[in-house]
Structure formats: C-alpha cells, structure tokens
C-alpha cells in the first residue's frame, strides 16, 4: 500500500516563527488532506489540496502530485497553532475513498 | 447544524464486555470510516463503508464489528475479542463525488477499558 512520511516528526517554535510541514507519498493519489488535531483530540481540517496551491490566513498548502510531496507553511505562529498536524491521502485507482494517514508533526509554540 | 456526531465522547467498561460507540452524520455522506488512535499515534483505519448495507475491513479490523443500515449512522461495536481496546476512536465521513472526496471527523470517543 502507499506510504506516507512526515517530517519533521517534532518542531518547537517561539511565537512569531515561520515553519514548513513537509508530507512525502509514495504512490499517486486522488486526495490530499492536511489536519490539525488540537489538544482535546479534534481533528480540524485544514486543507484539502490534491494539487495546487492554497491559502487560508496565516496558512498555506501546496502539493506538487508529479513529485508526490506535499507542504504546509505556517506563518507568525501562535501558542493556538500547537498540536500534531497530520497529512492525509486516498490512493489513486483503487475507488475505496480510504484516507491513510501520515505519522504526523507535533507542533510546540512557546510565547 | 450540519456535521458528524460522536457519543459518548467519554466510556468506560469492564474487561470482558462489548462496548458500541455511536456516530451520526446529517452531511448526506455516502462514505463513513472508522479510526483509532493511541497515545502519540497517528491514526489507523478499523472499518469503512462506501454505502449502504456494505462496508469493508480496513487495516485493524480485528476484535470489531459495524453495520451500516442507514445511511446516516455507522456504530462500531469493540467485542470482547480486541486484546487492547483502550484508545481514541474517531469517525469521519465524506462525499464520494470524484471532484470532491473530502473527509470530516467528529470529535471522537475515549474508551477506556479496566
């Protein structure tokens, strides 16, 4: 099945610091998600970018599919953006809509 | 409000007994899927379903059991035969429209078993 890696497993930032979530898959894929799991374990989606780029405030993504990586930069951090962030992604071809997970980054932001 | 609904959000349970955990979505989804995830884990695909009175074991189906007969509930049952219950369960749903096929998640389930 495919793989999915990311890095760094951990970050520590001070407030203010910009970081970049690297999402590396092995194989092709039909979707790409990326997700911030707060503290009390809710998974709150981020973006879903198969290819492209986006941006949502002090958030952006962008999957380059032909290279099978993906990234999320994080820009002026805040204590609230603390957590684990993890990427997502459906296999392409197989038609079973099943999301497999990445190991996800743990997000430290210190005032 | 629309979303996907998990309950209890907090359950404990002997050992020995079966334990069914609850998930609701008013999103018109087709597609639902149950996770797990243990401390500091990332999360791992216990059962799917793509519609209707059908569902798929994913890669720890081992120890549960699910039934999907309508299309807006998919409760997952741990038996009794899962050697290590005690996790967070999440479930999410999603559209299986080729243009869009985004997952959403509910606010999960703590089971602890003692």
């Known amino acids: 099945g495919i793989q999915v890696e990311q890095s760094p497993p951990d970050l520590i930032l001070q407030e203010g610091a910009n970081s970049t979530l690297r999402c590396n898959f092995s194989d092709s894929v039909n979707n790409l998600q990326w997700f911030h799991q707060n503290p009390w374990g809710q998974l709150i989606n981020l973006f879903y970018?198969?290819?492209g780029t986006k941006q949502n405030g002090r958030l952006s993504a962008t999957t380059v599919a032909t290279e099978r990586y993906s990234l999320l930069y994080i820009s002026s951090s805040q204590t609230t953006d603390s957590g684990v962030y993890f990427c997502a992604v459906e296999q392409e071809g197989y038609n079973t809509d099943k999301l497999i997970f990445g190991t996800g980054t743990r997000l430290q932001v210190f005032p | 409000d629309g979303g996907i609904t998990q309950s209890p959000k907090y359950l404990f349970r002997k050992e020995g007994q079966n334990v069914t955990l609850s998930c609701e979505q008013n999103l018109n989804h087709d597609a639902m899927y149950w996770y797990r995830q243990d401390p500091g884990q990332g999360l791992r695909l216990i059962y799917y379903?793509?519609?209707?009175?059908?569902?798929q074991k994913g890669d720890i189906a081992e120890g549960y059991s699910v039934s999907r007969e309508k299309k807006e509930s998919f409760p997952l049952t741990v038996t009794s035969a899962q050697k290590n219950p005690t996790a967070f369960y999440l479930c999410a749903s999603s559209y299986r429209d080729r243009t869009n096929t985004e997952a959403f998640f509910g606010q999960g389930t703590r089971l602890t078993v003692v």
């Open positions: 970018i198969p290819s």
């Open positions: 379903s793509q519609i209707v009175n059908d569902f």
